[in-house]
């Protein structure tokens, strides 16, 4: 059965730093592309980053320079820092593994206000 499970939401104020953490079970963490999605009320899911097996990244525009995506394959893990938070960062923030097949945590709440 595979789990992966969303941790390290919360409110914050504008400015502010959240690390979100994933922790994945049953499946080959280490061969899965991880990566983060995000949804605000209203709009769609949109990926925020994402790390290949390999561990090249990629961000949205909307937060690059402001997150970071790492992966820890001895830890089955996947993290997510934001710094430098805004209002519209906004969102339930989801975990995502990826490889051939896709599978997604529960998602956890970020809300940056003041």
């Known amino acids: 059965q595979v789990q992966l499970v969303e941790s390290g939401g919360g409110l914050v104020q504008p400015g502010g730093s959240l690390r979100l953490s994933c922790a994945a079970s049953?499946?080959?963490?280490?061969?899965?592309?991880m990566g983060w999605y995000r949804q605000a009320p209203g709009k769609q899911r949109e990926l925020v980053a994402a790390v290949t097996s390999g561990g090249s990244t990629n961000y949205a525009n909307s937060v690059k320079g402001r997150f970071t995506i790492s992966r820890d394959n001895a830890k089955n893990t996947v993290y997510l820092q934001m710094n430098s938070l805004k209002p519209e960062d906004t969102a339930v923030y989801y975990c995502?593994?990826?490889?051939?097949?896709?599978?997604w945590g529960q998602g956890t709440q970020v809300t940056v206000s003041s």
């Open positions: 995502n593994a990826d490889r051939i097949v896709r599978y």
């Open positions: 049953g499946i080959r963490f280490s061969i899965y592309a």
